[in-house]
């Protein structure tokens, strides 16, 4: 086997290995959740570089390609959707928010109710 294949595999497997570490350690804190947001934004990242590098090797300037994959990037993340999500009015009931002279005045949530 040549060293360029071998020392491939032993990075993906030290990569692998530290994946494995981390999802046990989220699992004994009891934080799975907090394993997947992470891996998700890592995936996106590196993700999004290699659309990146696709698009500069395609021929697009090195601003345009960052632009556009920062675009496709909040499109398609949740913390973009959320950006997205909060220009847009729920389904179902509109709150009566009035207009005091002339500031907009919405009617206070509660997030977090007891």
């Given at each position: 086997?040549?060293?360029?294949?071998?020392?491939s595999?032993?990075?993906?497997?030290?990569?692998?290995s530290?994946?494995?570490?981390?999802y046990?350690?989220?699992?004994?804190?009891?934080?799975?959740?907090?394993?997947?947001?992470?891996?998700?934004?890592i995936?996106?990242?590196?993700?999004?570089?290699?659309?990146?590098?696709?698009?500069?090797?395609?021929?697009?300037s090195?601003?345009?390609?960052l632009?556009?994959?920062f675009?496709?990037?909040?499109?398609?993340?949740a913390?973009?959707a959320?950006s997205i999500?909060?220009?847009?009015?729920?389904?179902?009931?509109?709150p009566?928010?009035?207009?005091?002279?002339?500031?907009w005045?919405?009617?206070?949530?509660?997030l977090?109710?007891s």
């Open positions: 086997m040549s060293p360029r294949i071998s020392n595999l032993v990075l993906i497997s030290r990569v692998f530290v994946l494995a570490i981390c046990c350690l989220s699992l004994i804190m009891g934080c799975v959740d907090l394993f997947q947001a992470m891996l998700g934004k995936g996106f990242s590196l993700g999004g570089r290699a659309f990146t590098l696709c698009l500069i090797k395609v021929g697009c090195g601003g345009l390609a632009a556009i994959a675009f496709v990037q909040e499109i398609l993340t913390d973009g959320s999500g909060n220009f847009m009015m729920p389904t179902g009931e509109v009566k928010a009035t207009f005091a002279g002339k500031r005045v919405a009617p206070a949530v509660n977090y109710p």
